[in-house]
């Protein structure tokens, strides 16, 4: 394309919404050409995003208000979407969802997650899941996509080499993950004040997290895994870590695990394998990941037993929501799918 895409984003006062934003701002194929909240309608996006000033003199306008556009954002609180999907696809050609509410291809399965009833079933054998390392293309030929959920894309990305290889047992995967306010929506932060700024996760959530459907979907190789997922929020603003336990099917070397890694990541622009034996980050951490679109993944094979720990990091705001939507646009839009998302991240953080 020679002309730049014209994008709206429809939600975009929240967290989400404002990684969206910086990050297009600085797209060099898009350009963003209205930003919409219910709240802030009437107000300048850097009134809400003040790291934004000077970069966009745009202003908020309700959704009513949206014009037609060549790619719409949608960034709305989980069940809006739904209830509100025919009045959005209008508008658009193409178009990324990032709640929750088309990431489930079985409405059952939604239901039982989100403990309600999925509004519009009949649309979500049309959306594709917007994981670029495991859907790539079919995001190139879809008009619809949805985004990911963080915890769930953090576990997803450490564990689909092992699954893909069919290494480990799908009868038993535990997952601990620990992630910041921005996605905790604790009391800290104004997450819980805020209508498009709805956490991923309580304080502690021992059992029952939602973004395990989407593990179970997703790792569903060669039948479905029984997936056991905790998540607690903790003393950070943004970042995940998750520690996921799996056990192997037959004994493996660990130098076998490096070539399944390795032959899985290779190709991948936004994956990398921290595994160190000296220096301070040895695994992943996701402190020295704020802003980027990476998400580092390392491993250790138990020598007592046939346990396998594997570690994954990213941003939640990044990889795990508004940069995976940005990296499922430029497959849509046959841009170079790392375009807007070369930022390396900070150290010292």
């Given amino acids: 394309m020679t002309e730049r895409l014209r994008a709206g984003i429809v939600g975009a006062s929240g967290y989400t919404g404002g990684e969206l934003l910086r990050i297009l701002l600085g797209h060099p194929h898009v350009e963003v050409v209205q930003a919409a909240s219910e709240s802030r309608a009437g107000h300048y996006v850097y009134s809400v995003h003040p790291n934004l000033r000077g970069q ?11 014009k037609p556009c060549d790619l719409l954002c949608l960034c709305l609180p989980h069940g809006e979407s739904g209830e509100r999907f025919q009045e959005f696809a209008g508008l658009a050609e193409r178009l990324i969802d990032l709640s929750a509410d088309f990431r489930l291809r079985d409405p059952e399965a939604y239901g039982r997650w989100y403990g309600r ?9 049309q ?40 290494l480990v047992d799908p009868g038993c995967v535990v997952i601990e993950a620990k992630v910041g306010s921005s996605a905790g929506g604790n009391q800290a932060t104004p997450a819980t004040h805020h209508p498009e700024r709805s956490g991923a996760v309580r304080a502690f959530e021992p059992t029952g997290h939602r973004h395990t459907g989407e593990v179970e979907q ?28 799996v056990f192997l099917k037959a004994p493996v070397e660990e130098k076998e ?23 301070i980050y040895r695994y992943p951490e996701p402190k020295i990941l704020a802003g980027s679109n990476y998400c580092d993944v390392g491993f250790e094979r138990d020598p007592h037993s046939a346990r396998v720990v594997v570690i994954s990091a990213l941003d939640n705001l990044v990889k795990g929501a508004a940069g995976s939507a940005v990296q499922s646009l430029n497959l849509m839009c046959d841009f170079p799918e790392t375009a807007g998302l070369e930022f390396p991240g900070l150290h010292p953080i």
């Fill in 257 to 279: 695990l490096w070539r399944v890694y390795r032959a899985a990541f290779k190709e991948e622009p936004f994956l990398r394998i921290v595994k160190d034996r000296q220096g």
């Fill in 117 to 125: 009833k999925h509004p519009r079933p009949e649309l979500l054998a």
């Fill in 56 to 66: 966009t003199d745009l202003k908020f306008v309700k959704a009513a208000d949206l």
């Fill in 218 to 245: 997703e790792l569903a190789f060669h039948g479905r895994p029984r997936v056991h997922f905790s998540a607690t929020a903790i003393e950070a603003v943004r970042g995940i870590q998750a520690v996921s336990h």
């Fill in 127 to 166: 959306f594709v899941y917007g994981l670029p390392e495991l859907h790539r293309e079919a995001i190139r030929h879809a008009r619809w996509v949805s985004g990911v959920g963080c915890l769930g894309t953090t576990a997803i990305l450490g564990l689909f080499p092992l699954f893909r290889a069919d």
